[in-house]
């Protein structure tokens, strides 16, 4: 009988199929990422806080969807700085045109591009009226340069759980753009890092004698061929650089994009989603985030990205599975437990349990087979996750260190 029980104990409902909950963190994906990096950053600065600063963490952007973001960019638009800035500069700005891929939704705000954002907006005083979801972003036009290329960072994030919040981090690898930099160039396949805009650039090279392997592998850098790179160039003198400087204020960034969507997460053991979150760093080795991504691209461009994507996967999911089986014989020995109970009680006094329901079940099978990842299993299996959040812990224990003890007070 008692299996009967477990059966009504773990049904639950399943997560509601409207868009604004269809993932674990919706709310951080293309053009929302910047109403919640703004709603985030509003609250502390509401409260005098220095515990998140906006124009460190997300390159200004303005989504001209939204009436005030919209003027303010009109606005920006007829400055004398902008002005100032388009005799210094080519591309001040870029475009984005949300739920494009490939770079197919990307636009240099260059001369004509200007020009024809001010014909669309009537220079702003259609602002409110063009719901066209799009987004214009400050570029940057410093970034800092492998071997004379642009680059940006692919990480990944993995939510393994929303009940209780966990969270890791995973190393990822750099995407590198196969053309020179030139800030000039109306070329975007030299400022955007996509593989896929470098399809004509491949068939360029092999007609010069590249092989493809050749030019996949400069496409690609993992993180210790950037850092001998950057030690070998004199850029950093840092023999530990990743450890003690990228990989901290990553895990610092992810800390902050977590916690800025945590509200809109579906809470549920049977929840995870892993991210592919890309970054920028500029010539004085500033972060940026540029872009998340809920459906990151697990292509094997390259036999060495084939191996390191067999890695992560084979770790995701064998967290995964352990969850599960934990769960499941935590649930089984509850189930035994209680069913233990009812049958002592029947055959003590010829009725069920007092106050034992389904609801007060259900209650308490909750709170046991909530989720957790042991750090013998992470041991085991050479983990190659690193965590960096757990609501198992209270706070701020549970945000490891990666955040301001001064932020939980706001």
């Known amino acids: 009988s008692y299996y009967l029980i477990f059966f009504f104990l773990m049904i639950r409902r399943p997560p509601r199929s409207t868009q604004s909950r269809s993932s674990a963190a919706s709310d951080v994906y293309k053009r929302q990422l910047v109403r919640s990096v703004n709603n985030y950053a509003d609250k502390y600065e509401k409260a005098n806080s220095t515990c998140f600063k906006r124009e460190m963490f997300l390159p200004r952007s303005f ?8 003027k303010a960019f009109f606005q920006i638009l007829d400055s004398e700085e902008y002005a100032n800035l388009k005799k210094q500069k080519t591309v001040v700005y870029i475009r984005k045109i949300s739920k494009a891929h490939r770079g197919e939704g990307v636009r240099l705000v260059d001369e004509a591009e200007e020009q024809s954002l001010r014909t669309q907006y009537n220079n702003g005083k259609k602002c409110g009226k063009i719901r066209m979801n799009q987004l214009v972003q400050r570029y940057i036009d410093n970034p800092l340069l492998v071997e004379g290329h642009k680059f940006d960072f692919r990480i990944y994030l993995f939510i393994a759980s929303t009940d209780p919040l966990i969270v890791y981090y995973h190393d990822g690898f750099l995407r590198v753009s196969l053309p020179l930099y030139d800030p000039n160039s109306k070329d975007l396949a030299a400022h955007l890092t996509n593989t896929y805009l470098s399809k004509k650039f491949f068939a360029e090279q092999e007609q010069q004698g590249k092989s493809t392997e050749e030019l996949r592998d400069f496409q690609m850098w993992n993180f210790t061929r950037f850092h001998n790179y950057l030690v070998d160039s004199g850029k950093v003198n840092d023999t530990n650089w990743l450890d003690n400087y990228l990989r901290p204020l990553i895990k610092k960034a992810y800390a902050h994009l977590v916690r800025m969507s945590q509200k809109y997460m579906f809470k549920d053991v049977r929840v995870f989603q892993m991210l592919g979150v890309d970054f920028i760093l500029d010539q004085d080795l500033n972060l ?15 036999e060495e990205k084939r191996k390191f994507m067999t890695k992560l996967l084979t770790d995701l999911y064998s967290s995964i599975f352990h969850m599960v089986e934990r769960r499941t014989k935590v649930a089984l020995e509850f189930v035994e437990e209680k069913a233990s109970q009812m049958a002592k009680s029947f055959e003590e006094n010829k009725k069920p349990l007092d106050g034992m329901n389904l609801k007060s079940l259900k209650e308490e099978f909750n709170k046991k087979v909530k989720n957790h990842i042991s750090e013998e299993f992470e041991k085991n299996i050479d983990f190659s996750f690193q965590k ?4 198992s812990l209270p706070e ?5 260190g990666l955040i301001d003890n001064s932020c939980f007070a706001v």
């Open 388 to 391: 960096i959040i757990d609501e």
């Open 63 to 70: 989504r001209l969807y939204d009436y005030k973001e919209c």
């Open 396 to 400: 701020p224990d549970s945000y490891l």
């Open 288 to 302: 940026w985030l540029l872009e998340v991504n809920n459906i990151p691209s697990l292509e094997p461009s390259s």
